[in-house]
Structure formats: C-alpha cells, structure tokens
C-alpha cells in the first residue's frame, strides 16, 4: 500500500547502511510485501553512511519503481547513532522501526512488533535468542548485556540487536552519539517511555561484511559510563561529584589532622613529609570534585527552568 505525499505514513523504517549493495533490494521487498498484508502505508528510509560501492545507486533504482522508498547519503561514514539521528529526522510514520541493512533482520517479524506496542508498549526491542555470528561476536555481547541489565536494571537482554520499533515521541526525545545507540532502551527508560522486548529470528549473514571490531569494545565501555551517569546522575550531578570529593576530601583531612598532631607534640613531622603532600593532593583533588558539582547543579538548575518556561509558555 503507497501514500501520496501529502498523506502520512502509518509506519516508518529507518535503515543505516554501508557497503549492502547485494542486501538493500532484497530487504526492502520483504517490507514492502509485510506492509502489504498488514494493510498498512509505509516509507522506508535508507541511510548511505558513507558506503563505497553501489550501495546508494541501487537505493536511488528502487526509488524510481517506489516512491515510498528514500535515500539519503553521508559525505563520508559517521557512525550508526549518527546514521539513524538522521533517519529519525526525516521519518514521517506515527510508529518507527529500525532494521540493520544485512538482511539478518526479517521483516517476517513486523507484526509481532506492532502487538507489542499495542500493548502498551513504547519501545519494542528485538532479542536475537538464537544468533548465526561467531563466538568473537556472541560471546562479548552476551557478557556486555549481562553486565549492562544488573547495571542499569534495564531487562533487555539483547541490546545490541537492530530491530526495533517505537512511537514516534521516542525518537523525538533521544539525542544519540558515539556507541549509544546500543543503549536506546536505556536512554528511553529513563525518560519514562515503557520498554518491551520479543524473541525475533536471526539470519545468518549471507552478503558484505561484518563492521563488528575489538575496537569498538573500548568505546562501548567508554559509552557505557556515560549512559550510567546520564541515568543515574543526569538531574542531580552535584550528588556524584559531591560524593566523589567526599571520598577524597575525607582521608586528606584526616592526614592533615595527623600531620598538625605531630606537628604540636613533637615539634616537627620528620619523615612524614610525603604523607603530608599526600593530604593535601588529596583535599585539593575533593575540594575541585565538589566544585564541578556545584557547577554542574547551576547548569542543571538554569536547563531545568529555561525547559518549565517553555512548558508554560506552550500552555498558555
């Protein structure tokens, strides 16, 4: 089923691709023939993100066959959470699903999706029970979603997987960069959108290549303390650096007690002036932790009353 350009789409589907020349036709034919049965108008986005071979030509031959079918290109290749920044900007469809470009993702599964959100659902997250990657992939993704869950208490168990569906307000209020885009639920639970997650199929690779790398462990860590801040600390950052130049502060002052002790009895410190240097890193360290706090409570204080003034404005 199409829709003309001036009606909206009921669904959207955004798909980051780099490099899917013999994956992008298949995929988007196996959407178009769902949509169809579900009865249900459609747009499907594709995102060059920096391809370097036919990919974004092939894009362009489906689009002159279906209108529905976008193509937008990156410059060079920005990363993922970049990737789908952009298609969420450019997708028109009340509910918005995510699909990687490998065919890994079936689209067989779109209907599941959709229950789920009609059950109350805001966020719909793929869990790829039973994976077709090697052991290089699988086993660092299922130590880093154990991880995560007991981290966060998020219960999704495949954070990692592509497909995904959301109501439209999700991705409006998401602001996604580096490695989040592995952590969205993450991210959307904190905002207090409900988040669900099914059992979907996954495919062995049959095409390309897989853009997994070692590398990008570290920077999913790196991204990882991010996310626990951002949702552990994001309205109240003072209580963490507060906390944090406590730890600190607390034993300098009790060295700089001890040193003033010896100082008083015995008349000198001896050899104890290393331990006195320590006390005072130590209170200078605490000292410039609790004042980054209070910083970032007077920004957090002025971003919190620039958004209620608006809130009232548009109320009024």
Same mark, same amino acid.
């Given at each position: ?6 009606? $909206? ?5 955004? #798909?980051?691709?780099?490099? !899917? !020349? ?36 092939? $894009? ?18 920005? @990363?993922?959470?970049? =990737? ?6 450019? =997708?028109?469809? /009340? #509910?918005?699903?995510?699909?990687? @470009? ?11 999706? %959709? ?42 168990? /495949? %954070?990692?997987?592509?497909?995904? =569906? ?11 960069? @580096?490695? %989040? ?15 669900? !997650? #099914? ?34 600390? =994001? ?28 100082? #008083? ?24 932790? $609790? ?5 970032? !409570? ?19």
């Amino acid at each position: 089923m199409r829709y003309s350009k001036t009606e $909206v789409p009921q669904i959207s589907f955004v #798909i980051p691709v780099k490099d !899917e !020349e013999k994956s992008v036709e298949q995929l988007s034919n196996e959407i178009v023939k769902e949509c169809v049965k579900l009865k249900k108008t459609y747009e499907i986005i594709f995102i060059d993100d920096g391809s370097v071979d036919k990919t974004f030509e092939i $894009v362009k031959g489906l689009y002159l066959k279906n209108k529905n079918i976008k193509a937008i290109r990156h410059r060079r290749n920005f @990363g993922k959470s970049a =990737a789908l920044s952009t298609g969420f900007a450019g =997708a028109n469809g /009340d #509910i918005v699903f995510t699909l990687d @470009g490998d065919l890994q993702d079936n689209p067989i599964e779109i209907p599941k999706f %959709l229950e789920k959100l009609d059950q109350g659902c805001d966020l719909v997250s793929g869990w790829k029970k039973k994976r077709y990657d090697s052991i290089l992939i699988t086993l660092p993704s299922i130590i880093g979603n154990f991880l995560i869950r007991k981290l966060t208490g998020v219960k999704v168990h /495949d %954070l990692n997987c592509g497909f995904k =569906a959301y109501r439209k307000e999700v991705i409006q209020n998401l602001n996604i960069y @580096g490695e %989040l885009y592995r952590f969205i639920p993450i991210l959307a639970n904190q905002k207090g959108y409900k988040t669900g !997650e #099914i059992v979907v199929k996954h495919r062995p690779r049959n095409f390309g290549k897989s853009k997994y790398s070692w590398f990008k462990i570290i920077k999913v860590f790196l991204d990882l303390i991010t996310v626990l801040f951002l949702t552990g600390h =994001a309205t109240h950052p003072g209580h963490f650096f507060g906390t944090l130049g406590l730890i600190f502060f607390a034993p300098g002052l009790l060295i700089g007690l001890y040193i003033t002790y010896l100082r #008083i009895t015995t008349g000198g410190i001896g050899e104890h002036y290393p331990l006195m240097f320590l006390g005072v890193l130590l209170m200078v360290v605490g000292v410039q932790f $609790v004042s980054t706090g209070l910083l970032a !409570e007077m920004v957090t204080s002025s971003t919190k009353k620039q958004h209620s003034d608006n809130v009232i404005s548009e109320l009024l």
